[in-house]
């Protein structure tokens, strides 16, 4: 009952905040993310929601803003678990457009509120699209007294104008790396 709950809550969410792609994702273990970007030539938000079946959900807002020509943008980013865990960073992003995608680049700095630690992160992201192929992720290290490292990687199929198909992997190093495929089915509206 619990996992039917958290999916008829997430769907709901995703109708009410007009979200732009629904996924659900299966592998080790099952969840469902929601995202909407609202994008133009000098700033983009970006608001992330994703649910595990267990019961785990996690919140990812940002904000980026240029008032020059060059492709570097302010940066502003809060993530919640929703468990005590939330995260604070503020940088700059250095955004390039590639011919099928773009790939940027964003030095940070971190405070983990919930463990009162100060940081540096480093992140990128990456799309590069094709006719029917879309390869897009982001990679995050951060150093706030001990290394992290959080990378998704995705692989998707367009299967008609709004179904994708692909695959997912996750790239983890928190005192040992880990890596976790899934398989994702993606809707965008």
């Known amino acids: 009952m619990k996992k039917v709950l958290t999916l008829a ?5 995703a109708f009410s905040l007009r979200a732009q792609t629904v996924e659900f994702v299966a592998g080790k273990t099952q969840r ?5 970007t609202a994008a133009a030539e000098n700033h983009t938000t970006f608001a992330y929601l994703e649910a595990t079946y267990n019961g785990g959900a996690m919140l990812k807002v940002f904000h980026e803003q240029k008032f020059w020509e060059t492709p570097l943008f302010l940066h502003g980013e809060y993530q919640t678990t929703f468990d005590g ?8 992003t250095w955004s ?5 995608g773009f790939i940027s680049f964003t030095p940070q700095y971190r405070y983990d509120f919930g463990a ?3 940081g540096a992160q480093f992140s990128n992201a990456y799309l590069a699209a094709w006719k029917w192929v879309e390869l ?3 990679n995050h290290y951060w150093y706030n007294g001990a290394h992290c490292f959080f990378g998704e990687e995705r692989l998707h199929f367009r299967l008609t104008e709004h179904f994708k198909m692909g695959c997912i992997l996750d790239l983890t190093y928190f005192g040992q790396f880990g890596a976790t495929p899934y398989l994702g ?5």
């Open 136 to 138: 897009y992720g982001y």
């Open 9 to 13: 809550a997430l769907m709901l969410a």
């Open 116 to 118: 009162n630690l100060h």
């Open 32 to 36: 469902v993310f929601i995202e909407k």
């Open 96 to 100: 390039f457009g590639l011919p099928n």
């Open 85 to 92: 865990n939330h995260v604070a960073l503020a940088g700059l």
């Open 185 to 189: 089915i993606r809707y965008d509206f």
